[in-house]
């Protein structure tokens, strides 16, 4: 692998381009430890004449929202038949979309709170009151919305009293013209890494998720300090195995590839919530997949270097 060269994508123009670049650097790091040639790359107008006179060996794709994770620049490659790291276009589309993904695992036969979705269109076309009246009548309280596609938690908020949802709404149409409500369900929230090999796809330990703030939005997750993390999980052994299996069952029923994050809450019943699932998860120093890594005693150079060598062998 030595005399491989690998593009890493970081960057791109979503409003997770600041994480993305950090995922990225650290990534290009780690894998230069495994002796390879990494060159870092943004997605800008000058992508695709670099992919054509630069060719790399296979691109690991380090976008965080946008482009990154709807499908888009996978295409591209796809186009141009460079190996990359990651889910297919289709596949990404699929999990991109926060809706879409929950009704295909609730299909697959797995929990998720209840939900309803709903365009900024609707509030201005029936008046808003009545159309929030009837989100808390169907969900009750507390909820938490989110846009219905997106990454980092931006623009989530979790609404505990009817009076909260209007600037709430706001807040959320804020990072998309669509709004996820779904049940907020109190639990010990976990996140779970899907990593492929030759015997198909493999949970790693859960993290648990512990935020000082009490929910885990975008300044929980990207500031040092204001969440404890705990690998594996402080769940039990059957609630351990369970999130694995729904994990693992996300990554299948949505048709991902190589590696891919799943987002889940364990209840005091001993349920599992499916709340959504990531292609493109984090790789920064407050990211759980990293975490996952080393308690599993790999590090995030040599699984991405075995996810590399992955892409280049089915390119072939």
């Given at each position: 692998?030595?005399?491989?060269?690998?593009?890493?994508?970081?960057?791109?123009?979503?409003?997770?381009?600041?994480?993305?670049?950090?995922?990225?650097?650290?990534?290009?790091?780690?894998?230069?430890?495994?002796?390879?040639?990494?060159?870092?790359?943004?997605?800008?107008?000058?992508?695709?004449?670099?992919?054509?006179?630069?060719?790399?060996?296979?691109?690991?794709?380090?976008?965080?929202?946008?482009?990154?994770?709807?499908?888009?620049?996978?295409?591209?490659?796809?186009?141009?038949?460079?190996?990359?790291?990651g889910?297919?276009?289709?596949?990404?589309?699929?999990?991109?979309?926060?809706?879409?993904?929950?009704?295909?695992?609730?299909?697959?036969?797995?929990?998720?709170?209840?939900?309803?979705?709903?365009?900024?269109?609707?509030?201005?076309?029936?008046?808003?009151?009545?159309?929030?009246d009837?989100?808390?009548?169907?969900?009750?309280?507390?909820?938490?919305?989110?846009?219905?596609?997106?990454?980092s938690?931006?623009?989530?908020?979790?609404?505990?009293?009817?009076?909260?949802?209007?600037?709430?709404?706001?807040?959320?149409?804020?990072?998309?013209?669509?709004?996820?409500?779904?049940?907020?369900?109190?639990?010990?929230?976990?996140?779970?890494?899907?990593?492929?090999?030759?015997?198909?796809?493999?949970?790693?330990?859960?993290?648990?998720?512990?935020?000082?703030?009490?929910?885990?939005?975008?300044?929980?997750?990207?500031?040092a300090?204001?969440?404890?993390?705990?690998?594996?999980?402080?769940?039990?052994?059957?609630?351990?195995?369970?999130?694995?299996?729904?994990?693992?069952?996300?990554?299948?029923?949505?048709?991902?590839?190589?590696?891919?994050?799943?987002?889940?809450?364990?209840?005091a019943?001993?349920?599992?919530?499916?709340?959504?699932?990531?292609?493109?998860?984090?790789?920064?120093?407050?990211?759980?997949?990293p975490?996952?890594?080393?308690?599993?005693?790999?590090?995030?150079?040599?699984?991405?270097?075995?996810?590399?060598?992955?892409?280049?062998?089915?390119?072939?």
């Open positions: 692998m030595a005399d491989r060269t690998v593009a890493v994508l970081a960057g791109g123009l979503s409003h997770e381009r600041d994480v993305s670049l950090r995922s990225g650097r650290r990534l290009s790091t780690a894998l230069r430890g495994e002796g390879l040639t990494v060159e870092e790359w943004d997605t800008d107008a000058g992508l695709l004449e670099r992919l054509r006179t630069q060719r790399p060996d296979a691109v690991v794709v380090a976008l965080h929202g946008g482009e990154g994770e709807n499908g888009s620049v996978q295409t591209v490659l796809e186009m141009l038949d460079v190996p990359y790291v889910t297919s276009s289709q596949g990404c589309r699929r999990a991109w979309d926060k809706p879409t993904a929950k009704a295909l695992v609730a299909k697959a036969g797995f929990a998720t709170p209840k939900w309803v979705v709903l365009p900024h269109s609707t509030f201005r076309e029936l008046g808003a009151q009545p159309v929030l009837a989100m808390v009548e169907k969900l009750g309280l507390p909820l938490i919305l989110k846009p219905d596609q997106g990454g938690a931006l623009g989530t908020q979790v609404v505990r009293e009817a009076a909260e949802l209007p600037a709430a709404m706001v807040g959320c149409f804020a990072y998309g013209d669509t709004v996820l409500a779904e049940r907020f369900v109190d639990g010990v929230e976990v996140a779970v890494t899907v990593i492929e090999t030759v015997d198909g796809p493999e949970a790693l330990a859960a993290v648990e998720i512990v935020p000082e703030s009490g929910v885990y939005d975008y300044t929980a997750r990207y500031t300090g204001l969440t404890d993390f705990f690998t594996p999980a402080r769940i039990s052994d059957d609630a351990a195995k369970a999130v694995g299996e729904l994990a693992v069952a996300a990554h299948r029923q949505l048709g991902l590839r190589d590696i891919s994050r799943t987002d889940a809450v364990v209840c019943d001993g349920t599992i919530q499916f709340l959504e699932v990531n292609v493109s998860p984090g790789l920064t120093e407050t990211s759980t997949v975490m996952a890594f080393e308690a599993s005693g790999a590090s995030l150079g040599s699984v991405f270097a075995g996810l590399v060598a992955r892409a280049i062998t089915r390119a072939s």
